[in-house]
């Protein structure tokens, strides 16, 4: 066994060398083969030699390399073998002389060699505790500083989290994080803000929650608040209300503390003493704010309900264009969230019956104020008689003062009913069941807030049109609410062709529940001539501005529908109403008389013409038949003549008969004399001397026409009229007793009868 190593590793050698040379004294050395070992050697130092050779062709940079991997094979090789075994291997190698193999090894490789690296020693400064916070920040400015170059050598990543470190280390004395504020809202987009913030908050969160000390924890706590809220409110203040900075911002952080939660509330409800900056209040800087809080509801579920609050109080906000912003989000965006939907929804019902409340105590208030001021007022005058004058016109201005008081107070109290009420009329148009409650509330409430519900019902009722759990209501509507039913079917039947399901509805509520001709109106139009004729006699009881609308929507129809009744029909409808049997007060139908004929371009001269000649002939003669033939006559003196045909079908009728209308006779042949003249020569004698007897303006008048037509007239109209002889005037006369008698009793008759029909009249 050879006493050097085959392997080309020269740490090794002196270990196998010392191996080697203990089995030498163990076994023969007969068994080395001579030269074996020396061939092996000089390959091993050819090789070091070629390369230390080839190493001269490096570089400088090369040869260090070089240089150092040699100090480190050197720096292996020298621990491997302890001064101990260097001794115990030169004492063996010694007493091996015959061994010719062994002595050429050991003179090849020479002695170990150690090699002892000199110990350096740094020069050491001690700095002082300014000198050390001085070059801290020193460097935690210069990174602040590098972003320009790390930006371009792709270092962000790095720069942003020895940053975020080095700001929890440094001293809170330092402040460096005005610094950093400062870098980051100097330019937000082009330094990466929105990635250093983050990674800054991040950091100061972790720290806050370690709990390491209670300093520690709590300096981060509020190093963490102050920088969110400083960047917040920058970003809200430099930048458009249209940009998303702010609200990503807020939705990435790791958790928000209130002082932000209170920026966002001011965003959302600015109020006007609050800041100077009208910017702020604007329409846009809301948006942006309920933006945020859609935003920040929907990624952190944690926070839903502090947020919710916020956008419900903005939804009931004093100024209208944050309140309808804050409606529009929470109607479209956050009441179809089945989560918070319930808590909306009970919210907008304790506003809309709050505003009730209040407004009925606040009814209550008022009326009591005012008895007391009456009170007052009596007993102040009645001790101050003497200065009556005086106290007249303090009490009239008082009174005065009293109503613009009142006046305002309306205006102010349905303003603020709206407020309270906007946003469960914006969730009726989600769900539509909602709107019975408005319904039964509407019956107690006062009258600023059924104005307030007035105003909102068209806009909800176009939304919603007739669907199911409306035709529900108007089925069977609660007592109390026929007016807000009215306005409901108006809106509904409004420039638009009602439905089948709602006509029925109508017409069955009317038969069933509510005899109020009112709720057919807005529907009127769209029935049966039929059924319009059955009701007609409930219109003209209407009110004259109501039966007025109903005449015009029945004459003209609209744009979805054609007239229902013509113009005489219309007329002779109303004179088929009997006062008596339909229980319609008799000035009811003559005033309805009175609006057909102020309609001149519906009902015309023909139409006039038309109408009569069909009254005429009717059995019995209707009640206001004259009367229509006077209004006729006024209205239309064009007539005169087809009106004297009239009057002789009158009289061929025996006009005399109706008392009522036989007065009307007589003054319709008064006003339009001389053509009367014919009609009244037609008389019996009897009739045409009470009629002389009744109005003897007539008679001189008459006998001058009848004289000129004397032989065509009998003997006895002229004995009336006085042209015939005394002799035939008194046989004429005795046996025209009776008849005088008759005339005396019609004209009694018919004063009895004029006074009957002036008292109906009044």
Not at 429 to 436: M, P
Not at 539 to 549: M, T
Not at 553 to 562: A, D, N, T, V
Request: proline letters at 6%; one cysteine or more; charged letters at 20%.
């Amino acid at each position: 066994m050879p006493c050097a190593s085959t392997s080309g590793s020269l740490s090794e050698v002196p270990k196998r060398s010392a191996v080697a040379c203990e089995y030498q004294d163990m076994g023969p050395i007969d068994t080395v083969i001579p030269g074996l070992d020396n061939d092996r050697s000089d390959g091993l130092l050819d090789t070091v030699t070629s390369s230390s050779l080839a190493s001269t062709d490096m570089d400088d940079g090369s040869q260090d390399q070089a240089i150092s991997a040699g100090k480190r094979l050197k720096a292996e090789s020298v621990p491997s073998v302890s001064t101990e075994k260097s001794e115990e291997l030169s004492s063996k190698t010694a007493t091996v002389d015959g061994n010719i193999g062994m002595a050429s090894t050991a003179t090849s490789l020479g002695p170990v060699k150690h090699f002892v690296l000199p110990k350096m020693t740094a020069p050491v400064k001690e700095l002082s505790g300014e000198d050390k916070d001085s070059l801290q920040k020193l460097v935690f400015l210069r990174i602040v500083e590098a972003y320009k170059h790390v930006s371009v050598s792709g270092g962000s990543q790095l720069r942003f989290s020895l940053l975020s470190f080095l700001g929890v280390e440094l001293s809170v004395d330092l402040d460096p994080w005005t610094s950093l504020q400062t870098h980051i809202l100097s330019d937000y987009v082009n330094h990466e803000g929105h990635e250093l913030t983050l990674r800054v908050l991040y950091r100061l969160y972790g720290e806050a929650e370690e709990e390491r000390d209670f300093f520690s924890s709590t300096t981060a706590s509020s190093v963490y608040e102050t920088f969110l809220l400083k960047v917040a409110e920058t970003l809200r203040d430099s930048l458009p209300a249209s940009d998303k900075s702010l609200s990503r911002l807020l939705c990435e952080v790791p958790y928000l503390p209130e002082s932000s939660l209170k920026l966002l509330e001011s965003l959302c409800s600015p109020e006007i003493g609050d800041r100077d900056d009208k910017e702020l209040h604007s329409g846009d800087r809301v948006t942006q704010g309920l933006s945020a809080v859609w935003s920040l509801i929907v990624q952190r579920p944690t926070l839903r309900d502090v947020l919710l609050k916020i956008a419900l109080q903005s939804a009931v906000h004093h100024m209208e264009e944050v309140r309808m912003k804050a409606i529009r989000l929470v109607a479209n965006k956050l009441y179809p969230l089945p989560s918070i939907a319930p808590q909306i929804e009970e919210f907008a019902k304790d506003k809309l019956l709050s505003a009730v409340d209040i407004h009925s105590a606040d009814a209550a208030d008022t009326e009591k104020s005012g008895l007391q001021l009456q009170k007052n007022s009596e007993i102040s005058l009645a001790a101050k008689d003497q200065a009556t004058g005086e106290m007249k016109a303090t009490e009239s201005s008082a009174h005065a003062s009293e109503s613009c008081t009142s006046g305002t107070v309306s205006s102010t109290s349905v303003s603020e009913a709206q407020r309270c009420m906007s946003l469960y009329f914006a969730l009726c148009t989600k769900k539509h069941s909602l709107l019975r409650q408005i319904f039964i509330i509407y019956r107690s409430s006062p009258d600023s807030v059924k104005q307030a519900i007035h105003s909102h019902m068209p806009i909800l009722v176009r939304t919603m049109g007739t669907s199911p759990p409306l035709l529900e209501i108007i089925a069977d509507p609660p007592d109390g609410s026929e007016n807000l039913l009215l306005q409901v079917l108006q809106t509904l039947t409004d420039g638009r062709v009602p439905s089948t399901e709602l006509i029925s509805t109508v017409k069955k509520l009317y038969e069933t529940k509510i005899k109020d001709i009112e709720i057919l109106l807005p529907i009127l139009s769209f029935l049966p001539k039929e059924e319009v004729l059955k009701v007609f006699s409930q219109v003209v009881k209407l009110p004259q501005d109501k039966f007025q609308a109903a005449l015009t929507r029945l004459l003209q129809g609209s744009i979805h529908s054609s007239p229902v009744l013509t113009p005489p029909e219309v007329l002779i409808a109303i004179h088929s109403i009997d006062p008596d049997k339909d229980g319609i007060p008799l000035k009811k139908v003559t005033d309805a008389c009175n609006a057909c004929f102020e309609q001149r371009q519906m009902f015309t001269q023909q139409v006039i013409a038309k109408v009569l000649n069909q009254l005429v002939e009717q059995i019995p003669l209707p009640l206001l038949f004259m009367r229509t033939v006077l209004q006729a006559i006024g209205a239309f003196p064009a007539l005169v003549d087809f009106i004297m045909e009239i009057l002789s079908r009158l009289v061929s009728k025996q006009i005399w008969k109706y008392p009522k209308l036989w007065v009307g006779f007589l003054k319709c042949a008064q006003l339009t004399q001389p053509h009367s003249f014919n009609v009244l020569l037609q008389l019996p004698q009897a009739q045409l001397e009470g009629a002389l007897n009744k109005i003897p303006a007539l008679k001189a008048p008459l006998a001058a026409h009848a004289a000129q037509q004397k032989s065509t007239l009998p003997r006895s109209v002229l004995t009336v009229l006085g042209i015939a002889s005394d002799s035939q005037a008194g046989s004429q006369s005795q046996s025209g007793q009776p008849e005088a008698g008759d005339a005396f009793s019609s004209d009694k008759e018919a004063v009895t009868e004029k006074s009957k029909e002036s008292s109906g009249g009044s």
